[in-house]
């Protein structure tokens, strides 16, 4: 079961890098790119596979970082951030 399941992901991962090749090699007219100061010129499927995955990285980093927040936050023995921080309400004692 776990051979077939492994064939099969590899089978879908191929496809997927076949696909976004002949993207890449359909879309090779180069094109003016211009970013924080920086100016060069890519091939149009690289430019537009750089920005699908700098944007990918830019919606899965906060994610990310909440997850590891939240597991660290259990580790501790709390949930309320507030409470693992050490800050309370209470006035500390003299």
């Known amino acids: 079961m776990a051979r077939t399941r492994g064939l099969w992901i590899a089978l879908a991962a191929s496809a997927a890098m076949l ?3 002949i993207f890449i090699l359909q879309n090779g007219q ?3 790119v211009h970013f924080l100061g920086a100016h060069g010129q890519l091939p149009m499927g690289v430019a537009l596979l750089l ?3 700098t944007g990918a990285l830019l919606v ?6 909440r997850t590891g927040m939240r ?3 259990r580790r501790r023995g709390s949930t ?3 409470t693992a921080a050490g800050s ?6 003299p």
């Open 71 to 73: 597991r660290g936050l």
């Open 19 to 21: 696909l976004l090749l």
């Open 60 to 65: 899965t980093l906060p994610i990310l970082l």
């Open 51 to 53: 920005a699908a995955v």
């Open 30 to 32: 180069p094109s003016d």
């Open 88 to 93: 309370s309400n209470a006035e500390p004692a």
């Open 80 to 82: 309320d951030p507030a």
